[in-house]
């Protein structure tokens, strides 16, 4: 793995803050559908998610199921578990 | 993971004979705190006499489209001839220095009935304050403040 413990968190910490956004502006946006500036900023934070997910995902591995692209090995269960803080 | 601060505490009542509006302040189930003319109200924009009306069936604006919210309640499809304008509220400016956050539905609102305002969009925290205090909404963000203090 490459990349130091501390990139790791920071990335992990922009990952929830942009998932926040998003979160919250669907909130705002399930009671104002027609609200422009609200769709632009979600789209803007949904953008940055994706990139910071991408990213974390190229370095650190996969942060769902969803995302092995390993094909030789189940890589999911080979990388520590969020709760093992010792790894990090 | 959900991270909405909605405080519902106040309870807006419209006075329909004196035209004028208070904000009551309920702590729990007692009415608790000093009426207060939404003026005063924090995130409530003082009312503007030439705003563009949006709610077609509460108010008939003339072909200046000025507003008169003494008018009868009627259902004239007039006035709002513009989708930017109209979210199905009256539009205000804010007041000095303050996201404007809450609208009401209807400037002739029933009396004996709660209402909740009607939020509206405003310049949004950025990312990591909004992930600290719980909410992308500066109007929504109300810490506690000892002392009798609100924002």
């Given at each position: 793995?490459?990349?130091?413990?501390?990139?790791?968190?920071?990335?992990?910490?922009?990952?929830?803050?942009?998932?926040?956004?998003?979160?919250?502006?669907?909130?705002?946006?399930?009671?104002?559908?027609?609200c422009?500036?609200?769709?632009?900023a979600?789209?803007?934070?949904?953008?940055?998610?994706?990139?910071?997910?991408?990213?974390?995902?190229?370095?650190?591995?996969?942060?769902?199921?969803?995302?092995?692209?390993?094909?030789?090995?189940?890589?999911w269960?080979?990388?520590?578990?969020?709760?093992?803080?010792?790894?990090? | 993971?959900?991270?909405?601060?909605?405080?519902?505490?106040?309870?807006?009542?419209?006075n329909?004979?004196?035209?004028?509006s208070?904000?009551?302040?309920y702590?729990?189930?007692?009415?608790?705190?000093?009426?207060?003319?939404?003026?005063?109200?924090?995130?409530?924009?003082?009312?503007?006499?030439?705003?563009?009306?949006?709610?077609?069936?509460?108010?008939?604006?003339d072909?200046?489209?000025?507003?008169?919210?003494?008018?009868?309640?009627?259902?004239?499809?007039?006035?709002?001839?513009?989708?930017?304008?109209?979210?199905?509220?009256?539009?205000?400016?804010?007041?000095?220095?303050?996201?404007?956050?809450?609208?009401?539905?209807?400037?002739?609102?029933?009396?004996?009935?709660?209402?909740?305002?009607?939020?509206?969009?405003?310049?949004?925290?950025?990312?990591?304050?909004?992930?600290?205090?719980?909410?992308?909404?500066?109007?929504?963000?109300?810490?506690?403040?000892?002392?009798?203090?609100?924002?």
């Amino acid at each position: 793995m490459s990349g130091t413990n501390s990139d790791r968190n920071s990335l992990m910490q922009k990952i929830s803050e942009c998932e926040f956004m998003m979160i919250d502006l669907g909130l705002y946006l399930d009671t104002h559908p027609d609200c422009m500036p609200a769709l632009a900023a979600y789209h803007k934070h949904q953008a940055s998610f994706e990139k910071h997910v991408a990213e974390f995902e190229r370095l650190y591995g996969p942060l769902t199921m969803y995302s092995v692209n390993s094909d030789n090995c189940w890589t999911w269960l080979e990388l520590p578990w969020p709760w093992e803080m010792e790894a990090y | 993971m959900l991270f909405t601060n909605v405080d519902f505490s106040h309870i807006i009542f419209y006075n329909n004979m004196q035209k004028e509006s208070y904000m009551a302040y309920y702590n729990g189930n007692y009415r608790s705190g000093q009426r207060q003319t939404m003026a005063n109200c924090p995130n409530q924009a003082p009312r503007q006499r030439n705003s563009v009306c949006c709610n077609p069936r509460d108010r008939r604006a003339d072909e200046n489209n000025h507003c008169s919210q003494n008018e009868a309640r009627t259902f004239p499809d007039t006035g709002c001839s513009s989708k930017d304008t109209c979210f199905g509220q009256p539009r205000t400016t804010p007041a000095q220095g303050v996201a404007q956050s809450c609208v009401m539905p209807s400037p002739t609102c029933p009396v004996a009935m709660a209402y909740v305002a009607f939020q509206a969009f405003e310049e949004l925290f950025d990312e990591s304050k909004a992930f600290r205090v719980g909410t992308v909404f500066p109007s929504l963000f109300k810490p506690f403040m000892a002392g009798g203090k609100c924002r």
